[in-house]
C-alpha cells in the first residue's frame, strides 16, 4: 500500500515540478495575466489532451514570453518517448527564464534520457545563477547536488561522486530518500567493503529497500563473512517479493536491481 | 470490447473527454500528446488495439512495474544478440513508441532519431532496423491494469547509442 501511494505521489510530481502560478503577479500586464488563466484552465484538465495542450497554446499567444506554459506544455512529451518536441519547448522556457528552468532541464536529461553531460551542464549553469542551495528535483527524491553526483559515477568518476555525496550528507539539514544507499554502492564498488556496509546500514532508516541487503550481501561477500552474505541475500529476495523495492513507474533507478539479479546471486551463494 | 472495463466514473470522464476532442478538426494536437493513431500504410493490420478510444501510458497503470516477463533484464538481453560494427560518432537515440493491447500484443510501432542534443538525425547501417525487429519480437509483455480491469497501455524504449553500439536501455 505503502509502495502504491509513492508511485502516484511520483507520478504525479513528475508530472508537475511545481504548481500553477498566481497569476495576480501579472495584472499589471493584461495579456500575460490572460496568458496565466488560459494556463490554470490548461492544467485543469489531464496532462497532454488536446485541450490541455490547446490552451497552452492560447497563453503562449497571448503572452510569448510566459515560461510556465513552454515548461508545462513540454512535460507530456518528455514522459511518453517524444524528447525531441519537449526539448524545443522547455529551451524556450530556459530561455525566457533560466532561474526557474535550468534545474528541470538537467533532471530531464537525466531522468528521461541518461544525459549525464547535459544534466551538469544544467545543473551547474543554475549553480552560477542560484545563490545558496539549488534545492531538490521536482519529484522530491534526490537533492541536485546528489544527482550530479550520480551522473558523475555514470560517467565514471566514482570519486567525485563520493565526494559530492559525502559532502552534502554533511549539512544537517540534508535529507534524501536513497542518498546512503548510492554512497554505500558506490563504496563497494571501491571495495571498501566496510565503509559500504557502514553507508547501507544508515540507509536502512531512510527507506528500507530490497536494495540495501542486496548490496550489504556482496560487501559481505568481500569480506569473506559467507554466512551474512547468504542471509542479506535471503532478506533481499524476501524484501523484493514483499515490493519493498527502489521503484518509480517511469524508469529503472540507479542500483535498481531486479529478482533475476538476486537468484543469481544465490545460485552463485550456493555453489 | 468493453466487458474488460467497467465503466468507473473516471473511465466515462476520460471517454467523453475523448469523444468531445475528436470532433474538432482544427486542431493541430492529437486527442493526447504521444497517442498512435492507425496508420494502414505501416501497421499490422492483424493487431487490434482493445479500446480504440481509450488507452492509457505505462506509467499511468497500477502494474507499472511489472509489464515484462522477467522485468527489465529480459528485455536487455533480448538486445544483447545484436552485434554491429563499431561506426565513428553514429551517435544519439533511437527511440521505438508502441502499444501494447488488452492481450499484450504489440502494434503501431513508430521509431524516432535524434542526437545527443535531441535534433533529428539518421543513423547509419543496420542498426535502427535491428532495434525495430528485436523490438517487434519482445513477447514478454504482460496486460497492463487500471482498478483492477485490462487495458491498453503505450510503452516506448529509447536505447542510447555511442558508436553504433547500445549502451543503455530506457526507461
Redesign the interface.
Known amino acids: 500500500m505503502i509502495k502504491?501511494i509513492i508511485?502516484l505521489l511520483i507520478?504525479f510530481l513528475v508530472g508537475t515540478s511545481y504548481g500553477p502560478p498566481n497569476c495576480n503577479i501579472y495584472k499589471s500586464d493584461e495579456n500575460c495575466y490572460k496568458a496565466c488563466r488560459k494556463a490554470e484552465k490548461a492544467i485543469s484538465?489531464?496532462q497532454?489532451?488536446?485541450?490541455s495542450?490547446?490552451y497552452f497554446d492560447e497563453s503562449i499567444a497571448l503572452c510569448p514570453n510566459f515560461d510556465y506554459s513552454y515548461y508545462e506544455k513540454a512535460v507530456?512529451?518528455a514522459?511518453?518517448?517524444?524528447?525531441?518536441e519537449?526539448?524545443q519547448m522547455i529551451d524556450k522556457a530556459v530561455e525566457i527564464n533560466p532561474r526557474e528552468h535550468l534545474l528541470t532541464r538537467g533532471w530531464y536529461h537525466f531522468f528521461?534520457?541518461?544525459?549525464y553531460?547535459?544534466a551538469i551542464k544544467d545543473i551547474d549553469a543554475a549553480g552560477l545563477i542560484i545563490k545558496g542551495d539549488i534545492g531538490y528535483t521536482g519529484d522530491g527524491v534526490y537533492h541536485l547536488n546528489i544527482l550530479k553526483a550520480l551522473c558523475y559515477k555514470k560517467l565514471g568518476n566514482n570519486k567525485k561522486a563520493i565526494d559530492i555525496i559525502e559532502n552534502q550528507l554533511a549539512n544537517k539539514s540534508h535529507m534524501g530518500i536513497y542518498d546512503y544507499l548510492h554512497l554505500g554502492v558506490l563504496y563497494l564498488e571501491k571495495k571498501e567493503y566496510n565503509s559500504a556496509i557502514e553507508s547501507l546500514n544508515k540507509q536502512e532508516s531512510f527507506s528500507d529497500v530490497s536494495e540495501i541487503y542486496y548490496y550489504k550481501a556482496l560487501a559481505m561477500k568481500g569480506l569473506m563473512k559467507l554466512d551474512e552474505y547468504k542471509l542479506n541475500l535471503e532478506k533481499a529476495k524476501e524484501y523484493y517479493l514483499k515490493e519493498k523495492t527502489m521503484?518509480n513507474?517511469?524508469?529503472?533507478m540507479i542500483d535498481e536491481i531486479?529478482?533475476?539479479?538476486i537468484e543469481n546471486e544465490i545460485s552463485i551463494a550456493l555453489m | 470490447m468493453l466487458k474488460q472495463i467497467k465503466y468507473s466514473p473516471f473511465i466515462i470522464l476520460i471517454l467523453l473527454i475523448s469523444c468531445k476532442n475528436t470532433s474538432d478538426k482544427q486542431s493541430t494536437h492529437l486527442a493526447n500528446v504521444g497517442i498512435i493513431p492507425k496508420d494502414e500504410s505501416v501497421d499490422d493490420p492483424n493487431f487490434q488495439p482493445c479500446h480504440e478510444d481509450y488507452s492509457l501510458f505505462y506509467y499511468q497503470v497500477d502494474n507499472s512495474d511489472h509489464l515484462y516477463k522477467g522485468e527489465k533484464p529480459a528485455i536487455v538481453k533480448t538486445f544483447d544478440d545484436i552485434k554491429l560494427p563499431a561506426i565513428d560518432q553514429n551517435d544519439g537515440y533511437v527511440t521505438i513508441r508502441f502499444l501494447v493491447n488488452c492481450k499484450a500484443e504489440t502494434g503501431r510501432f513508430r521509431v524516432e532519431q535524434v542526437d545527443f542534443e535531441y535534433k533529428d538525425k539518421e543513423f547509419e547501417g543496420e542498426l535502427v532496423t535491428q532495434l525495430l525487429e528485436k523490438t517487434k519480437q519482445l513477447d514478454g509483455w504482460l496486460p497492463a491494469t487500471r482498478e483492477g480491469y485490462k487495458c491498453d497501455y503505450y510503452k516506448y524504449l529509447t536505447f542510447k547509442i555511442i558508436d553504433n553500439q547500445i549502451v543503455d536501455i530506457l526507461p
Open positions: 502504491k508511485t507520478v484538465y489531464d497532454g489532451v488536446r485541450k495542450q490547446e507530456p512529451y514522459k511518453r518517448g517524444l524528447i525531441k519537449w526539448k528521461f534520457m541518461n544525459n553531460e547535459a521503484s513507474p517511469y524508469r529503472q531486479y529478482l533475476v539479479d
